[in-house]
Nanobody
């Protein structure tokens, strides 16, 4: 059973940084794609970033490119989202997700974490 547990959310001022963690268990994730998504109440869930675990290839939404960095720690089976230069519009619940690789990095994720709130004050 795949489990994804996010942590690291919180309240930060605009221009600040936060690092989210996603501890993954229940599989060998080398053949998986790991994604970060976010959602604001009343809006659709939005793709933020993804990484092909095996190759390390990364993908970013235009809105976070050059500010956010997705990375992994193989030994800890953990994926990170380093968020820099945060803006109030980055405020959302952030979710970690996993899918088998081979398809789109934006869609069809099967496994989801519970989410962690990120609030950026102006």
């Amino acid at each position: 059973q795949v489990q994804l547990v996010e942590s690291g959310g919180g309240l930060v001022q605009a221009g600040g940084s936060l690092r989210l963690s996603c501890a993954a268990s229940g599989r060998t994730f080398s053949s998986y794609t790991m994604g970060w998504f976010r959602q604001v109440p009343g809006k659709e869930r939005e793709f933020v970033a993804a990484m092909r675990w095996g190759s390390g290839t990364t993908y970013y939404a235009d809105s976070v490119k050059d500010r956010f960095i997705i990375s992994r720690d193989n030994a800890k089976n953990t994926v990170y989202l380093q968020m820099n230069s945060l803006k109030p519009e980055d405020t959302a619940v952030y979710y970690c997700a996993a899918r088998t690789s081979g398809g789109s990095y934006r869609n069809d994720y099967k496994y989801w974490g519970q989410g962690t709130q990120v609030t950026v004050s102006s």
